[in-house]
């Protein structure tokens, strides 16, 4: 009996304890499994991804125009921005207005009788519905191009849509002149700039000698790069110099080696016309998101006075004042050359070949080191233009002394006959 009540409990115990443990470790199994499907579920299904797409349509009853095809030319800049309205608008009118985040007309490509428009969009939404996106973007385009609204007629049987890598989106961006990263508009607070964002100014060089940052240049192509030409009053031995980009001038970021420095003709040492020479590189520059061209623009285009425009560089923050690590930008505006010539001010001595830029109230202007370094215009697309060379200035800020930058459509055909751009 004694034996029997002794072993009787400890068997019981025994027992209870295995079920008791089973049944957490089962519970716990699930709960873990449950935890996992519905991180996976939540991500395949809810978690939002950007998703891209390139394709294409046909605007019909266009006369052959081979300007279309050209970039930069006022044809092309008609046409893309009357359908990249048509898309923003059929987009956000849309059921999926807040997946919606952009789309371009990336290249137009003329025929007979007709104009084949490739376009890129990017939207975002969960993996499991990408599909059912992308079914909506084809039907909401098919229906913006059988509406014909306005003076274009288009054929929504053209229409092709597919999804594309980000690596490849990119690419397509990358590879177009004057396009950057969405940036923020504002401006922080080169002398009464503030710091760039990294890709912001994705065109903007650092010209070294010697190793050393002396002068700004602007990507134009694969090799060639627009830079003013009194950058090599000390030198113009291609082995003194390399180019490098980023916003960091050091140190160096993409360092490449210069081939030829190519300066105009006409210029003289210590004068101010003619202020422009072309770099050609040694190897090719591989456009990458923060590293592409800008655009250069045609001689008939014309630039306003009072037009919003930005300068950046390197340069002092202010006349003989210390130089920044990062690059700066500055947001000026352009000045009427009859105004910059006053008797106040540069008193008859600003060319038509030099355009003035800033404020006759002083302030925010380019300094020393930011000379060859850009002047760059964003037309109604947000596509960028290099229409100035920072060339020269009485100091840095003053006023009634804007700065005179070299005017870049007065030497189109020329960087054209050096470059091939």
């Not at 002396?214 to 030198?235: D, N, P, V, W």
């Given at each position: 009996m004694f034996i029997s009540f002794i072993f009787r409990p400890v068997t019981a115990s025994r027992s209870s304890l295995s079920l008791w443990m089973i049944a957490l470790i089962v519970f716990g199994v699930l709960a873990i499994l449950g935890v996992t499907i519905g991180l996976l579920i939540h991500f395949l299904a809810v978690e939002s991804k950007t998703h891209y797409y390139q394709g294409s349509f046909k605007v019909l009853n266009m006369p052959y125009n081979r300007n279309y095809e050209k970039e930069t030319s006022p044809e092309n800049n008609y046409l893309s921005k009357i359908l990249e309205t048509k898309m923003v608008d059929a987009f956000q009118s849309s059921n999926i207005y807040r997946q919606y985040i952009n789309s371009q007309v990336i290249t137009l490509v003329p025929d007979n009788n007709s104009v084949t428009a490739h376009i890129w969009l990017i939207f975002k939404d969960s993996r499991s519905r990408k599909e059912s996106t992308r079914r909506k973007i084809e039907s909401i385009l098919q229906q913006m191009l059988r509406s014909?609204?306005?003076?274009?007629?288009?054929?929504?049987?053209?229409?092709s849509i597919m999804e594309i890598s980000k690596v490849n989106a990119e690419k397509i961006i990358n590879n177009r002149c004057g396009r950057r990263a969405r940036m923020s508009a504002t401006y922080d607070r080169i002398k009464g700039g503030s710091t760039a964002q990294e890709g912001e100014w994705p065109w903007q060089a650092s010209l070294k000698m010697n190793g050393r940052?002396?002068?700004?240049?602007?990507?134009?192509?694969?090799?060639?790069?627009?830079?003013?030409?009194?950058?090599?009053?000390?030198?113009?031995n291609p082995k003194n110099f390399t180019v490098s980009f980023g916003t960091r001038v050091t140190p160096p970021n993409k360092l490449h080696y210069v081939q030829q420095i190519i300066i105009h003709e006409d210029y003289i040492k210590g004068e101010h016309h003619d202020d422009i020479a072309v770099i050609l590189l040694t190897e090719k520059v591989l456009f990458k998101k923060d590293v592409h061209r800008v655009c250069l623009p045609e001689v008939t285009q014309v630039f306003p006075p009072g037009e919003g425009v930005v300068v950046t560089g390197w340069g002092a923050l202010s006349h003989n004042g210390k130089y920044p690590l990062l690059l700066q930008k500055a947001p000026v505006k352009i000045i009427d050359t009859n105004t910059c010539n006053a008797e106040k001010a540069y008193n008859g001595v600003i060319q038509?070949?030099?355009?003035?830029?800033?404020?006759?109230?002083?302030?925010?202007?380019?300094?020393?080191?930011?000379?060859?370094?850009?002047?760059?215009?964003?037309?109604?697309?947000?596509?960028?233009?290099?229409?100035g060379i920072v060339s020269w200035g009485d100091e840095c800020g003053k006023i009634n002394k804007p700065g005179v930058y070299t005017r870049v459509t007065s030497y189109r055909n020329w960087i054209a006959s050096q470059t091939g751009v």
């Open positions: 014909n609204s306005g003076s274009l007629t288009t054929d929504p049987n053209s229409l940052h002396y002068c700004g240049a602007s990507l134009i192509s694969e090799r060639f790069l627009i830079t003013a030409a009194h950058c090599f009053q000390k030198s113009n038509d070949t030099m355009l003035c830029a800033g404020y006759m109230e002083g302030n925010i202007d380019a300094c020393q080191g930011d000379s060859g370094g850009p002047l760059v215009y964003p037309n109604s697309r947000d596509i960028w233009y290099l229409i």
